[in-house]
């Protein structure tokens, strides 16, 4: 999906609750061929040892066809999720029965 330039990005929220690094937020904001990743993880010392995957990180994205790539690693916290509950829920988008979220079109 390409975004024009003109457009507003794409911007995701990535959350994921691992056992040995904590909570893990990727921030990822998204416009034609470039993009942003701001990483981060509940336990300080932990967004350090993801940034020593970083070239491993930009290698995917590249052959992803995305040719402007910036990444950010950093111990102040990524913005907090979006309350998904299901009184928040906008329609058309309705959870399913396990706990994944998807968008009727």
Request: aromatic share 6%.
């Given at each position: 999906m390409k975004i024009k330039k003109d457009e507003e990005p794409l911007k995701v929220l990535v959350s994921l609750n691992t056992k040995h690094l904590g909570t893990v937020n990727a921030y990822v904001e998204m416009q034609e061929d470039v993009l942003h990743v701001q990483m981060s993880s509940s336990i300080d010392e932990e967004t350090g040892y993801l940034e020593g995957f970083d070239r491993d990180l930009r290698k995917v994205l590249?052959?992803?066809?995305?040719?402007?790539?910036?990444?950010?690693?950093?111990?102040?916290?990524?913005?907090?999720?979006?309350?998904?509950?299901?009184?928040?829920?906008?329609?058309?988008i309705q959870q399913n029965g396990k706990g994944h979220f998807e968008q009727r079109i």
């Open positions: 590249d052959d992803l066809g995305f040719s402007d790539i910036t990444t950010t690693y950093s111990e102040t916290k990524v913005k907090a999720p979006i309350d998904v509950s299901e009184e928040t829920i906008p329609s058309p």
